[in-house]
């Protein structure tokens, strides 16, 4: 009975340092730099700030999200302006970025990952939405600083009509700043949106396309639609007695 008891005890140690246990590094900063084209694409540029306090896996990688954005486009990871070698692939409605980096510990790397977004700027009739998580939720340790910063083509100056997330600090009269003021936690991401006037960038990507052929479709069944109930009424009314005074109305939208 004791040796069951001490088991018990050592299982329960071995199973609370794996459930407490953290990784052992952070991030010092994740810096984020978009820069919104003319033609809806978003420029991203991540600089991130890896602090080891020991030795650790030298596997990294970033995962984005394509949920609703058409592409991602242009990947490229620098370490002191060199390229890295990288692999990328689409798995689970996902882009994956993967590199390796051997981590002796203690150490600080800082990596910035380069990528263009085709895509993601959401089109509605009441303003056409900027919408990006900069810092990516999921991250296992926690984020000490982040800065976020928005520049967008100078069609788009005098035309912002709201900003979501953090109080922006206005840099020039086509650049804003986010910051977020306290650390990001474990699986805490961080949101920046900008809306501007709707029509004025020219976006030509695969959800207009697929948004402008749905309404093509729609207004094709429509003429459809009205051209079949037509020839009814016309044949409705061929057979009507003469004499018969009748009629009836409608209206279409």
């Known amino acids: 009975m004791k040796k069951i008891a001490i088991f018990l005890m050592l299982v329960m140690i071995v199973v609370s340092e ?19 084209q003319e033609n809806g694409d978003m420029v991203v540029k991540e600089t991130q ?36 070698n990288i692999k990328t692939d689409i798995e689970s409605d996902r882009q994956w970025i993967q590199w390796t980096r051997p981590v002796n510990g203690p ?9 263009r977004v085709v895509g993601g700027v959401a089109m509605h009739k009441e303003g056409d939405v900027l919408h990006w998580t900069a810092v990516f939720k999921g991250h296992s340790a926690p984020v000490n600083a982040t800065k976020v910063t928005v520049k967008y083509p100078l069609n788009l100056v005098g035309h912002v009509q709201s900003y979501q997330s953090a109080i922006p600090k206005k840099l020039n009269s086509q650049t804003v700043e986010f910051v977020y003021e306290k650390p990001l936690l ?23 396309h697929e948004v402008v052929s749905k309404e093509v479709s729609i207004g094709l069944g429509l003429i459809l639609l009205s051209g079949l109930i037509g020839s009814l009424y016309v044949t409705k009314q061929s057979h009507r007695p003469v004499g018969i005074e009748g009629g009836e109305g409608g209206a279409g939208a």
């Open 18 to 36: 794996s459930v407490f246990a953290k990784d052992p590094f952070h991030w010092e900063f994740i810096n984020v730099e978009i820069d919104l």
């Open 107 to 115: 150490e600080i790397q800082t990596f910035v990952l380069n990528y």
């Open 49 to 84: 700030q890896y602090v080891f306090d020991s030795a650790y896996s030298d596997l990294r990688y970033r995962w984005i999200p394509l949920d609703g954005i058409d592409r991602i486009t242009d990947i490229l990871v620098t370490e002191d302006g060199k390229p890295l």
């Open 186 to 208: 474990a699986n805490q991401g961080f949101d920046v949106a900008v809306t501007f006037t709707s029509g004025i960038l020219n976006v030509q990507n695969d959800k207009t």
